[in-house]
């Protein structure tokens, strides 16, 4: 079946520096690559779209200067969380899709990113 | 799926019986959903999804519920077992290929 690896699964960073977050897709080239952040207790929320070769879209409300999506491969995206501080601190998840059109969308979640900023 | 940073809902049922999880969502537009149960620390998994074409769909142990008129998704877990603990979301798609998830419930099965 799809599987996604996330990488790493833990940092702890100190304020101010960056810190990059790799998703990949293992056995399958994703189109589309999707990046959610979760706060202790609540649901996911969509920060990002990253279709690969273009530039990811952003939702509303999330700084897209702040999070760096890169998604230059179709087995690969990145997110760089730039300047991070401490409210930064939440877990990232991303997820992929091979793409639209068909029967069994299969979006495919990776296990998630514990970023601690200090 | 309505989530704006509310706090889990929570669920406790006994292990053997039937479980109930409900979802509401926003979005008339929405034509796909698909519910994900997580784990402490882990992503989401995949364990159903329905159309919006269909109000019904079963799977193994679970089925779920779609009500288009009052947005309205439910999941059933038949004979809940301690494994099943988890945090449960339902999502939503629309025209593009996002998926937004709702609050979600905390399940606890007790032995």
């Known amino acids: 079946g799809a599987v996604v690896s996330q990488h790493p699964s833990r940092v702890i960073c100190k304020s101010g520096t960056s810190v990059k977050i790799e998703c990949r897709s293992l056995?399958?080239?994703?189109?589309?690559m999707f990046w959610y952040r979760q706060f202790p207790k609540q649901s996911l929320m969509l920060m990002a779209t990253?279709?690969?070769?273009?530039?990811?879209?952003?939702e509303q409300g999330v700084e897209k200067d702040k999070f760096l999506i890169n998604h230059a491969s179709l087995t690969l995206s990145t997110l760089t969380v730039t300047s991070a501080h401490p409210e930064d601190s939440s877990f990232y998840i991303c997820?992929?899709?091979?793409?639209?059109?068909?029967?069994?969308?299969?979006?495919?979640f990776g296990s998630g990113t514990r970023l601690t900023v200090v | 799926g309505e989530s704006v940073g509310l706090h889990l809902p929570t669920l406790s049922v006994q292990e053997g019986d039937n479980s109930i999880i409900n979802c509401a969502y926003s979005n008339s537009a929405s034509d796909y959903f698909i519910w994900y149960k997580q784990e402490s620390g882990k992503g989401p998994q995949f364990i159903i999804d329905i159309r919006s074409n269909m109000d019904k769909r079963q799977g193994q142990r679970v089925t779920v519920l779609l009500n288009k008129t009052v947005k309205h998704l439910s999941l059933q877990i038949a004979a809940t077992q301690p494994g099943d603990s988890a945090v449960y979301f339902c999502?939503?798609?629309?025209?593009?290929?996002?998926?937004?998830f709702g609050t979600g419930t905390s399940l606890t099965v007790i032995p």
């Open positions: 990253s279709n690969e070769g273009s530039k990811a879209t952003y």
């Open positions: 999502a939503d798609k629309t025209t593009g290929n996002q998926f937004y």
């Open positions: 997820s992929a899709t091979p793409g639209t059109g068909l029967a069994n969308y299969g979006y495919t």
């Open positions: 056995d399958f080239q994703a189109t589309t």
